[in-house]
């Protein structure tokens, strides 16, 4: 397929490398902000930086590497612009939407597909490694699971099924572990630095992948909220 790619987002240039080393095309990238300039000239160089409308009519996939907030009006704008139809795959990577943000795109005929990576992006090399140990949330309308699966295939990670209904659900705890991990691990990171001790954060590095990896082999745990005070 002809890939292009919407938005500053380090996420974008980082799955588009990837899909182009599992043998498809890329034709272009709207990006705007300077850093995002410079991580497709690092990442994908070869790519033609161009212009919105131009880089989707080119594309047979679309992916939208661009905020929550901003997905149902850019589809909404692509869509009245004529540029979605039948031959079109819409892709956004938001952890907060399922694909019926891209109602408008749809609408037109396009497949409509929420791709979330569970991971951070540093919109650098790195990520393609991360990219293939991690899972990616995927939702489709039922008949095209299969094509939202199979594009989470070819970036080399595992697709999880998350439907609709339990969007809100998967971005609450997608939020809670990325915010919490992130609080802790920075407290612990501060006590170490005002205590003057060096590199604290190779040195608490172990315990933290210790303790996450026996967390995840736990079964879950049910909190009474009585006990939280």
Request: hydrophobic share 50%; aromatic share 4%; charged share 15%.
């Amino acid at each position: 397929m002809k890939i292009g790619v919407i938005g500053d987002a380090p996420a974008g240039p980082v799955l588009a490398k990837a899909w182009a080393a599992a043998g498809h095309e890329l034709v272009g990238v709207f990006v705007e902000g300077p850093e995002a300039i410079g991580r497709v000239e690092a990442l994908i160089p070869d790519v033609p930086i161009a212009n919105m409308a131009a880089v989707v009519e080119d594309a047979d996939l679309v992916l939208l590497a661009i905020p929550s907030n901003d997905i149902e009006i850019t589809c909404a704008g692509l869509a009245d612009l004529g540029l979605f139809g039948p031959k079109k795959i819409v892709v956004h990577l938001s952890p907060l939407k399922g694909y019926e943000a891209l109602a408008d795109a749809a609408r037109f005929g396009a497949i409509p597909i929420a791709l979330h990576p569970v991971m951070h992006f540093t919109g650098t090399s790195m990520d393609l490694t991360v990219l293939k140990n991690t899972s990616i949330a995927v939702s489709a309308p039922e008949p095209l699971t299969s094509i939202a699966q199979a594009l989470a295939i070819e970036l080399g990670s595992e697709p999880v099924l998350v439907l609709e209904h339990q969007r809100a659900a998967y971005a609450e705890a997608f939020g809670v572990a990325s915010s919490f991990s992130s609080l802790v691990v920075q407290q612990a990171i501060g006590i170490l630095e005002e205590a003057e001790i060096e590199n604290p954060a190779r040195l608490i590095a172990p315990v933290v992948r210790s303790a996450v990896e026996q967390a995840l082999s736990q079964p879950s745990m049910k909190i009474d909220p009585e006990d939280a005070f």
